[in-house]
């Protein structure tokens, strides 16, 4: 059941978000699937885009993570300045999400970011790799 109840979620994100969005407001306690869903759906993006920038500074990892994953899938240049705060989150998850998406966004703003990013004591193996290999291409192009 739970499949597809996001299922009709991510059904009604892609015609018209702004029922998630209301929903939103009505019931935080359901913010995962409904910025899930919302994030999954790039046929409204410029609605999308700014709730899950908003959302990405939410309370709860997940949520911030959700917000996180549907910003990468819009894969435009708008998205690398929450990207980059997103790089600074406490949870491990978000930030490898984040790399990710400034992977599909390389930016030489992005430089000193990764560079504070590596510097921190607890990173992800995944993430440290990732991160040193963009900051090198970065330099580089730069």
Known sequence: ICEDLQGAL?????VNPDPLIEALNR?????????WALGGSSDNAA???DTLVEY????????????????????KKAILQPLLVALRDRSD??????IK???KVADHTAIEPLKRYLERKRVS??????????????????
């Not at 991510?10 to 892609?14: G, L, Q, R, V």
């Not at 990405?56 to 894969?75: C, F, N, P, T, Y």
């Not at 998850?93 to 984040?98: D, K, L, T, W």
């Open 10 to 14: 991510f059904a009604i994100a892609s």
């Open 93 to 98: 998850m978000v930030c490898f999400s984040a």
């Open 27 to 35: 019931r935080p306690q359901h913010a995962f699937p409904l910025i």
């Open 56 to 75: 990405s500074k939410h309370q709860d990892q997940w949520v911030r993570w959700a917000a996180i994953e549907g910003l990468v899938r819009l894969r």
């Open 101 to 103: 998406g400034l992977e």
């Open 47 to 49: 609605v999308s885009m």
């Open 125 to 142: 193996p995944g993430g440290r790799k990732i991160a040193m290999e963009l900051l090198a291409k970065l330099e580089k192009a730069g």
